[in-house]
T-cell receptor, first 113, second 113 residues
Framework: DSGVTQTPKHLITATGQRVTLRCSPR?????VYWYQQSLDQGLQFLIQ???????AKGNILERFSAQQFPDLHSELNLSSLELGDSALYFC????????????FGQGTRLTVV | SQQGEEDPQALSIQEGENATMNCSYK?????LQWYRQNSGRGLVHLIL?????REKHSGRLRVTLDTSKKSSSLLITASRAADTASYFC?????????????FGTGTRLTIIP
């Protein structure tokens, strides 16, 4: 158990819909990262927050947004969903902004039908 | 875009043999990390090597880093069936405060009992 909790574990939704993925980082970790992993693909970096502030942005679509709340949990919002958004979405946390190991949650498997 | 590229993409060896995976990256880094992912699960941190280090060991793992060639290798000695997984290198680098932890495309390792 990494200490990072992601909910829900599975999500099936229709095209055009909006979903929210939730991540609770490990106790004491200030950084939260979001990644997308499509079938047989590597991890695509989406966005990173540190102590409530956005620190880095990857190739995140405009239809996607995220935030980190004062209690350090984070949410990833995906809207106007398309079939191609079906993927595993991982959240990871680390204690520092960079230079330390990241602890991953078990992921949310999103299926868009 | 991916920062790192692992080589080979897939590797199958007999149990007990050594497995070597390579990672090449594009820009200067602060450190390089290796992670393991069992199918469909979250990633697990294996080892972190800083940019001023050349070699690091952890149990049956040996990691080398050559910053002049922008490459790293992960050696798993005396492989076991339980080592079957995908292995990813990850780099973090600062770009005017835009820190990112980006992952390579992964090597899928299969240990044949």
């Amino acid at each position: 158990d990494s200490g990072v909790t992601q909910t829900p574990k599975h999500l099936i939704t229709a095209t055009g819909q909006r979903v929210t993925l939730r991540c609770s980082p490990r106790s004491g970790d200030l950084s939260v990262y979001w990644y997308q992993q499509s079938l047989d693909q590597g991890l695509q970096f989406l966005i990173q927050y540190y102590n409530g502030e956005e620190r880095a942005k990857g190739n995140i679509l405009e239809r996607f947004s995220a935030q980190q709340f004062p209690d350090l949990h984070s949410e990833l919002n995906l809207s106007s969903l398309e079939l191609g958004d079906s993927a595993l979405y991982f959240c990871a946390s680390s204690v520092a902004r960079y230079g330390t190991e990241a602890f991953f949650g078990q992921g949310t498997r999103l299926t868009v039908v | 875009s991916q920062q790192g590229e692992e080589d080979p993409q897939a590797l199958s060896i007999q149990e007990g043999e050594n497995a070597t995976m390579n990672c090449s990256y594009k820009t200067s880094i602060n450190n390089l990390q290796w992670y393991r992912q069992n199918s469909g699960r979250g990633l697990v941190h294996l080892i972190l090597i800083r940019s001023n280090e050349r070699e690091k060991h952890s149990g049956r793992l040996r990691v080398t880093l050559d910053t002049s060639k922008k490459s790293s290798s992960l050696l798993i000695t005396a492989s076991r069936a339980a080592d079957t997984a995908s292995y990813f290198c990850a780099t973090d680098f600062t770009n005017f405060g835009n820190e990112k932890l980006t992952f390579g495309t992964g090597t899928r390792l299969t240990i044949i009992p």
